[in-house]
């Protein structure tokens, strides 16, 4: 669950782009923290998505959204 600081910021974002994007990126070491080990690791995979992301005609949010400690629910 979002903290309440979390939520608050990304209401920010939205009054402050409003709906001029329709994709944003969100890394997170979610289930496997192994998977995605350095920096230069995620940056070439942000840099990789978010090309295809724009060839698909996307309007992607100019900054990556990070969560630490992220998790799925089943």
Known sequence: ELSH????S??????????AFDT????????NALANTTDAQAS??????????????RTVFPETLVIRSGRVRA
Do not use: F, N, T
């Not at 944003?24 to 289930?31: C, E, K, P, Q, T």
């Open 5 to 8: 600081r979390s939520i608050e």
């Open 10 to 19: 990304l209401k920010a974002l939205r009054q402050q782009h409003g709906e």
């Open 44 to 57: 070439q995979l942000v840099e990789y998505l978010r090309k295809e992301l724009e060839i698909q005609g």
């Open 24 to 31: 944003v990126i969100v890394l997170s070491d979610g289930l």
